[in-house]
């Protein structure tokens, strides 16, 4: 029996490639005879870039720039395509992880450190830049890579803005003047892992804000922000960033970057599945186990594991999809995708303790699955 292992990440616990490992492990200890490919696969979500580099055989490239609170520290970026082109994970430079849970202020915590990984990879001769958003502090917009490639935030007085993102409800004009002109002759991907677009109550701040320290006032003054960015750039540009199918992603960045820097949004898991050649890899597979941190509804919005379901149905192959977290009643869309949605978890416990027991419940659950195969093959 082939087995294709095609993970994402368990968000605060494991990374994909250590899902797929922990997989592995379990069907080897059970009684299936089965031959084991792994595939993790990224989203555009923390860990994309990694996995991008892994599978494409890219280079890391050491870099000084700015956290997200502007403190200096050693990030990293990579090439791929002989050099031209550069894979930049967000999280690298403006990440959560970066930052303690008492240090979270996205009225403050600015981009500016993954701009410097751009202007990074032009210095060393990228044209084309993927730009994986998971995982970051900000919603900011993107003002601070703007910020980094030379765009000012200008407010009525022509006085540049400071404190973004917080201020930019006072500006007036975005002067390009100073634009690193490289960026305009370099396409930008950004892979997102939502559809969320940029304002409102299923915008960047609303959704995404909590997750980054906002309570409901500062979501309303960040809501407030991006939405003054979008008046001056429909201005200026003719570009409403507002209406944007996946604007919102990784605290607006998305819609800045589209709006700006005519950067393409794509659905990160289709992007990835693409360029790595999963079809290849599902060609002989039997059985695709997938998952998450997560499984229910929002998985199918753009998440890795829908992305999997949907190229393992196109080929008429099974598909089960693990996660520490299901729905108690999985619903028609889910079965639609799915044939089996297995929680890892065999006890109540608290989320500390699950997120440790990661490994340990995933090798555990997949010893069953391979069991479970055994005894219908008898």
Same mark, same amino acid.
């Not at 696969?41 to 502007?70: E, F, S």
């Given at each position: 029996?082939?087995?294709? +292992? ?10 994909? *490639? ?20 792994? !595939? ?36 990293? !970026? ?84 400071? *404190? ?66 979008? *008046?001056? +750039? ?34 990160? +898991? ?7 050649? !999963? ?58 995708? !799915? ?40």
């Amino acid at each position: 029996m082939q087995i294709l +292992i095609a993970p994402n990440a368990f968000k605060n616990s494991l990374e994909a *490639d250590e899902v797929a490992l922990a997989i592995q492990e379990g069907l080897e200890q059970s009684n299936l005879k089965c031959d084991v490919n792994c !595939f993790p696969v990224g989203d555009g979500g923390d860990g994309t870039g990694k996995l991008l580099l892994n599978h494409l055989g890219g280079k890391m490239i050491d870099c000084a720039t700015l956290d997200p609170l502007g403190r200096k520290i050693t990030s990293s !970026f990579g090439l791929i395509d002989e050099g031209k082109t550069a894979v930049i994970e967000m999280a690298n430079a403006s990440g959560l992880r970066l930052l303690r849970t008492d240090e979270l202020n996205p009225l403050r915590a600015s981009t500016y450190g993954t701009g410097q990984l751009i202007v990074a990879a032009l210095d060393k001769g990228a044209t084309k830049i993927i730009l994986c958003i998971g995982g970051s502090a900000t919603v900011d917009g993107g003002a601070g890579i703007l910020q980094a490639l030379g765009f000012q935030f200008l407010d009525v007085m022509g006085r540049a803005l400071a *404190d973004l993102p917080e201020s930019l409800t006072q500006l007036h004009v975005i002067d390009l003047s100073r634009v690193d002109m490289r960026i305009h002759d370099c396409e930008i991907v950004v892979l997102c892992d939502v559809e969320n677009v940029l304002l409102g109550t299923l915008g960047a701040a609303a959704v995404f804000g909590p997750q980054k320290g906002a309570d409901h006032n500062t979501v309303m003054r960040l809501d407030a922000s991006l939405a003054k960015l979008r *008046d001056v +750039i429909l201005r200026q540009n003719g570009k409403d960033i507002a209406s944007l199918k996946r604007g919102g992603a990784a605290g607006g960045i998305a819609a800045g970057l589209a709006g700006l820097l005519n950067a393409e949004l794509v659905n990160g +898991i289709d992007f990835f599945l693409s360029i790595t050649n !999963f079809d290849s890899a599902l060609r002989n597979a039997d059985l695709v186990i997938t998952g998450e941190g997560s499984i229910d509804l929002q998985t199918l919005q753009g998440k890795g594991p829908f992305g999997i379901a949907k190229k393992a149905r196109e080929k008429g192959i099974p598909i089960i999809g693990l996660a520490g977290k299901v729905p108690l009643d999985t619903t028609e869309l889910l079965n639609e995708y !799915f044939d089996v949605i297995s929680s890892i978890n065999n006890e109540p416990m608290d989320m500390a303790v699950a997120l440790a027991s990661t490994k340990k419940n995933l090798v555990r659950t997949a010893t069953s699955i391979g069991n479970l195969i055994c005894l219908k093959n008898k």
